[in-house]
Nanobody, 123 residues
Framework: QVHLVESGGGLVQAGGSLRLSCTASGRAMIYYAMGWFRQAPGKAREFVATINWGGRSTYYADSVKGRFTISRDNAKNVVYLQMNVLKFEDTAVYYC????????????????WGQGTQVTVSS
């Protein structure tokens, strides 16, 4: 079992950058593929990015491709989401999640979730 805690959210102007972190404790993160998801007010939680256990394979939602970068440091048990050129529509609570085996864009395949961190982009 793994426990996840996100950090790094905040208020930023459109065009700015933020880096989210997700720290894992319990079982080592290397056993899990990791994902970032987000949920805006009144909307369903949606996929943002995923990375496989070794960090060599990543995949992004079209809405963030070219602006966001997911990475991981297994030695530190941390996964990151670097967010650049932020837009108002990126405003949401961002969640990291973990699943065994291969990475996935499907929310229901993830077993473990953090509590979320708020990202607010002012226009």
């Amino acid at each position: 079992q793994v426990h996840l805690v996100e950090s790094g959210g905040g208020l930023v102007q459109a065009g700015g950058s933020l880096r989210l972190s997700c720290t894992a404790s319990g079982r080592a993160m290397i056993y899990y593929a990791m994902g970032w998801f987000r949920q805006a007010p009144g909307k369903a939680r949606e996929f943002v990015a995923t990375i496989n256990w070794g960090g060599r394979s990543t995949y992004y939602a079209d809405s963030v491709k070219g602006r966001f970068t997911i990475s991981r440091d297994n030695a530190k048990n941390v996964v990151y989401l670097q967010m650049n050129v932020l837009k108002f529509e990126d405003t949401a609570v961002y969640y990291c999640a973990a699943k065994p085996s291969s990475s996935s864009i499907h929310i229901d395949e993830y077993n473990y979730w953090g509590q979320g961190t708020q990202v607010t982009v002012s226009s």
